[in-house]
Each structure stands twice: as C-alpha cells, then as structure tokens.
C-alpha cells in the first residue's frame, strides 16, 4: 500500500481562485475529468497520466487533500472534445462551446503562457489535449 507522500502531486489550474473551485469539485464528486496540452506535458517532460495511477491533490496553499487515480486518459485534438468529458469537468459547463470558451481563456491567459514559454501561444481545433478521468479515492481532510 502507498502512502499519500510516495505519491505524486496533481496540481488544478495555478493557485487561486480557480484552483480552489476545482479542488472542491472533486471533493464535492462534481468534478470527474480534466484536460491538459500535450504541449504542457512535453514542455514538463513529464509522461503522459496512465489508467490507475494515483496521485495527490494539493489546494492553493500546496496542502493535500485528496487522492485521485486516472480510470481513463485519451489524447484527441480539440475539436473532439464531447460533451460528457465537459460537464464532467464540473465548472458547470452544459455545452462543448462553454467548456472550450473557458478553457481557451485559461490557455492563452498570461500565467499558462508563461509557463508554456511562449508568450504568443494560442489553440486550435487541431491542439493535442489530455482528456483524463479520474476517481476520488480519499478525501485527506478526514483523516
């Protein structure tokens, strides 16, 4: 059995507002999916997330509290993004048009592009995502 420090983090969005409204959608079981760039996981040089992998939640003040383990991960450019993966994103999308209208200003927002190093980067419908569902597997607020 893995204990939650062997265990990697999962980081939603950057501190702040928007990370604390995700976390507590998974605490909530609101939120069931997630999707990132495939350019974000190159540029890490980081893997892409594996069916049953866990990994530890953390808030904006970098305290765990949740674990969660992938149950599905696909890669698809942008424009097949349906709409079970987006409302399951929980942030209360109920169309593919919402979801992609949120994340396009979060991806071409100042702070992804400077982590991305690239202060011009924008989206298309042919952009590589990570569509991953995942599991809440302990809430560590309760232990």
């Known amino acids: 059995m893995t204990t939650e420090s062997s265990l990697p983090t999962a980081e939603f969005a950057f501190p702040g507002p928007l990370r604390d409204q995700l976390v507590a959608a998974i605490l909530d079981g609101s939120k069931t999916s997630t999707t990132g760039l ?3 996981y190159e540029r890490e040089g980081e893997p892409l997330p594996e069916v049953g992998e866990r ?6 003040g970098d305290r765990p509290v949740a674990v969660i383990e ?3 991960v696909r890669v698809v450019p942008l424009a097949d993004v349906d709409l079970a993966h987006a409302v399951d994103e929980g942030e209360g999308y109920t169309t593919v048009a919402q979801w992609r209208a949120g994340h396009e200003e979060f991806w071409h927002g100042a702070e992804m592009r400077d ?3 690239d202060p011009g980067f924008t989206v298309d ?7 991953e569902r995942f599991r809440l597997v302990a809430d560590l607020r309760k232990a």
Do not use: H, I
């Open 38 to 40: 495939v350019v974000g």
């Open 55 to 60: 990994s530890v939640v953390v808030d904006s």
């Open 70 to 72: 992938v149950t599905e």
């Open 115 to 117: 982590a991305l190093g």
């Open 125 to 131: 419908d042919g952009t590589g995502v990570v569509l």
